[in-house]
T-cell receptor, first 109, second 116 residues
Framework: GQNIDQPTEMTATEGAIVQINCTYQTSGFNGLFWYQQHAGEAPTFLSY??LDGLEEKGRFSSFLSRSKGYSYLLLKELQMKDSASYLC??????????WGAGTKLIIKP | DTAVSQTPKYLVTQMGNDKSIKCEQN?????MYWYKQDSKKFLKIMFSYNNKELIINETVPNRFSPKSPDKAHLNLHINSLELGDSAVYFC???????????????FGSGTRLTVV
C-alpha cells in the first residue's frame, strides 16, 4: 500500500528553527509537495521537490532524498503566524497526490 | 480576485437528505478536484475532472456525484447523506503539469459538512 508518515505534532519557540520530517512509500514517484494549512483554512502550496537535494525559498527550505523515501521541511526564524499544520504529499506514478495527515506545528513565544 | 471559491462554507443537515456544494474557479485551470478531509486531517481525493476525463476514486460511494456545467465549475452532489459523510470538503484546481509543479493545486476555502 501507499503510505506517508509525518509526526502528528511539534512544538517550537518563536525565532528558532524547526525541521518537519516526512517519509513515504508509494507506487512510483513524481515529486513531493509541502503545503501549509492554517486551522479552518485551505491548504496553500509551499514547495515541490522532484530531484534530490535542498530547495530554499525564503525562511522555508525543503529537502528530498528519493533513495531513502524521505523529505523534510525546514522553517527558520519562526514567527507566531507559522503555527499551522504542514502537509506532505507525494505524486505517485499515476500522477495522483497521496497525502500525509499533516504535522501540527505549535509556536510558543 | 482570482481564486477557487466554494459555497456554502458551513452546511448542517439531517441524515437522508440530498445536498450540493458548489465550486467555481476563475483561474482558467483545466482540471478541478474534490477532496475530503476527515477528522484525522487526511486529504483524500474523491474526483478529478477536466473537460476530457472524469477520474473517480473507487472508494467513493456512488451517492457522491460531480457535476460540471462548464470548465470553471465542478459541483459536488451528495444523495442520502450519512453520519460518516461529516467532514470538510475542499475543491481545488490546477492547470497543466508544469503549472502544477510550480504552484501546486489551488484550493478553495472548504465546506464543513455536518450530518446530524
Amino acid at each position: 500500500g501507499q503510505n506517508i508518515d509525518q509526526p502528528t505534532e511539534m512544538t517550537a519557540t518563536e525565532g528558532a528553527i524547526v525541521q518537519i520530517n516526512c517519509t513515504y512509500q508509494t507506487s512510483g514517484f513524481n515529486g513531493l509537495f509541502w503545503y501549509q494549512q492554517h486551522a479552518g483554512e485551505a491548504p496553500t502550496f509551499l514547495s515541490y521537490n522532484v530531484l534530490d537535494g535542498l530547495e530554499e525559498k525564503g525562511r522555508f527550505s525543503s529537502f528530498l532524498s528519493r533513495s531513502k523515501g524521505y523529505s523534510y521541511l525546514l522553517l527558520k526564524e519562526l514567527q507566531m503566524k507559522d503555527s499551522a499544520s504542514y502537509l506532505c504529499a507525494v505524486m505517485d506514478s499515476n500522477y495522483q497526490l497521496i497525502w500525509g495527515a499533516g504535522t501540527k506545528l505549535i509556536i510558543k513565544p | 480576485d482570482t481564486a477557487v471559491s466554494q459555497t456554502p462554507k458551513y452546511l448542517v443537515t439531517q441524515m437522508g437528505n440530498d445536498k450540493s456544494i458548489k465550486c467555481e474557479q476563475n483561474l482558467g485551470h483545466d482540471t478541478m478536484y474534490w477532496y475530503k478531509q476527515d477528522s484525522k486531517k487526511f486529504l483524500k481525493i474523491m474526483f478529478s475532472y477536466n473537460n476530457k476525463e472524469l477520474i473517480i476514486n473507487e472508494t467513493v460511494p456512488n451517492r457522491f456525484s460531480p457535476k460540471s456545467p462548464d470548465k470553471a465549475h465542478l459541483n459536488l452532489h451528495i444523495n442520502s447523506l450519512e453520519l460518516g459523510d461529516s467532514a470538510v470538503y475542499f475543491c481545488a484546481s490546477s492547470q497543466d503539469m508544469a503549472d502544477l509543479l510550480l504552484d501546486g493545486y489551488t484550493f478553495g476555502s472548504g465546506t464543513r459538512l455536518t450530518v446530524v
